[in-house]
């Protein structure tokens, strides 16, 4: 409820008391709020302080307002911790949603000199180029493109990529995979990430850079993706 004679502003405490409903699943992704008429009514305030709350809910991603229609509650962004390496598909399986790639293009290029760099190879050795889109349950959650060395992967073939590159790696060749570092900052979608992630040219994005090391400190893949900032997000825990 809402305590006006709390130190706490009122438009804080019905930003939390919808924040929690949603957190609780009492509100659930898609569902339609009452107008700020009725929380204002409800709850003996004024519209202004319910259309704060409602803002600030929605520049935290949990609501969202569709011009004509009111405001709705979000889908909720899926968290990726970065204390742990894990692909793609084995992170989504882990948080009980369904993995799955839309493969764009596979074949061997020769490396150009970033990616050599990148992989520690000579320019235009040969290496893997995939480009894919990751899906959880059917939504897009980044366009990605890869490069591996196929001098150390050997064997890589389309089905294998539709499935998961780390199992294979670490399965079939026997290839330790320990360690990887990230890169990621800030953009907006161009015309090519938001029509295959499906938003609005020019709505948020996160770009990722990863290398990925073997045990023996040789880089097996480099990775570049865009991620959709609407539905990912990323935790890091840090200890002093």
Known sequence: MINKNSPIPIYYQLQELIRDLIDKGELKPGALLPPEREYAEKFQISRMTVRQALTQLVHDGYLHRLQGKGTFVSERKIEQPLHRLRSFTEDMVARGLKPASQLLSFEIIPAPVQIASNLSIQEHGPVYEIKRIRLADNVPMAFESSYISANLAKGLTEQIVKNSVYAYLEEELKLEIDHASQV????????VEANFLKINIGSPI?????QTFLKDGAPIEYVRSSYRADRYKFMIQMKR
């Open 184 to 191: 990621i900052e800030s953009s907006i979608a161009n015309e």
């Open 206 to 210: 996160m770009l990722i850079q990863q």
